[in-house]
């Protein structure tokens, strides 16, 4: 397994990373709540192990040691969200269930809140609307539709729908999604299977918006998002570009979103980050952990 390192800056340009306690061998998710950060993950390999969490609180400069979600073995990341000021983790485990997890804020420990009625394949995204919490996700037999189902309180879903861009067609992915609120509008960021990072856009009540083309270029992981300073702001690693040749740096790349144009590309180096980072703000500061180069 190899360490799950951090770093952060105010001003989104990375130049420094620590090691941290956390080891994966695949990628992380991360969130602020209420003052900390957490980040989730497997704790080694998809199929073979469960799922651990480490936090930093806001005036502390070390992450905490890793705790425990679940032991029951993952079957792809978790997904870590916030929702009705508790803080969630949702996994499909290798018993083909999919399940729910929050923590109990005064033992510091998850604790199964429920199993999920969600044919889960791969890692969902989450995005609050309107206190309506949207779940993004892939369903087995399903290979390339992205499926949306929501809640008012975790306990009630919706039927689940194939999301449609501009209402009409399926969109076509086989990558996990990302979705943010962003300007009071659901932003869900997915790569279509014919290539490009494409953006759609949902207000809770119509049909989501044409996609509208992000980025061309072929990342290998679906970016982190966070709103930072006013702007909607994605994280691309380029691990696996080419891992044949050896000039390749394993660089993180920053977009900056305005709710119109995406900005260029502002480049980080020589952190070492693959597979999906993990992103979140805390005190103003950008935060991005990842699993390091092998």
């Not at 306690?21 to 073979?48: M, N, P, S, W």
């Not at 570009?241 to 790349?253: E, F, L, Q, R, S």
């Amino acid at each position: 397994m190899q360490k799950i390192w951090t770093t952060s800056s105010p001003h989104a340009i990375f130049d420094h990373s620590y090691e941290t306690a956390g080891q994966t061998d695949e990628g992380c998710r991360a969130v602020h709540f209420k003052g900390r950060l957490y980040c989730a993950y497997i704790d080694g390999l998809r199929d073979l192990d469960g799922v651990r969490f480490i936090s930093r609180a806001s005036n502390a400069s070390l992450w905490s040691q890793p705790g425990t979600v679940s032991e029951t073995p993952a079957r792809s990341d978790p997904c870590l969200f916030t929702f009705r000021d508790q803080l969630h983790v949702v996994y499909a485990t290798t018993l083909g269930t999919t399940v729910l997890l929050t923590l109990d804020e005064a033992s510091g420990l998850f604790v199964l809140t429920r199993t999920l009625p969600l044919n889960l394949e791969g890692t969902p995204s989450a995005a609050v609307l309107a206190g309506r919490l949207q779940l993004f996700h892939h369903v087995t037999g399903s290979a390339t539709n992205l499926w949306c189902r929501s809640t008012l309180d975790l306990k009630e879903w919706t039927r689940a729908e194939v999301v449609k861009g501009d209402g009409s067609f399926s969109i076509a992915t086989r990558l996990n999604s990302t979705a943010i609120t962003y300007q009071r509008l659901i932003h869900l960021i997915y790569k279509d299977e014919a290539g490009g990072f494409y953006l759609l856009k949902y207000d809770g009540s119509r049909q989501w918006t044409r996609a509208q083309l992000l980025l061309r270029d072929d990342y290998p992981d679906p970016p982190a998002a966070v709103v930072h300073n006013g702007l909607l702001k994605l994280f691309f690693n380029e691990a696996n570009a080419d891992t044949k040749k050896p000039d390749v740096t394993y660089n993180v790349h920053q977009y900056a979103y305005d709710g119109n144009v995406l900005g260029p590309v502002s480049i980080s180096t020589h952190l070492g980050a693959t597979n999906s980072l993990g992103a979140a703000v805390q005190e103003g500061v950008l935060n991005i952990l990842y699993r390091g180069k092998p």
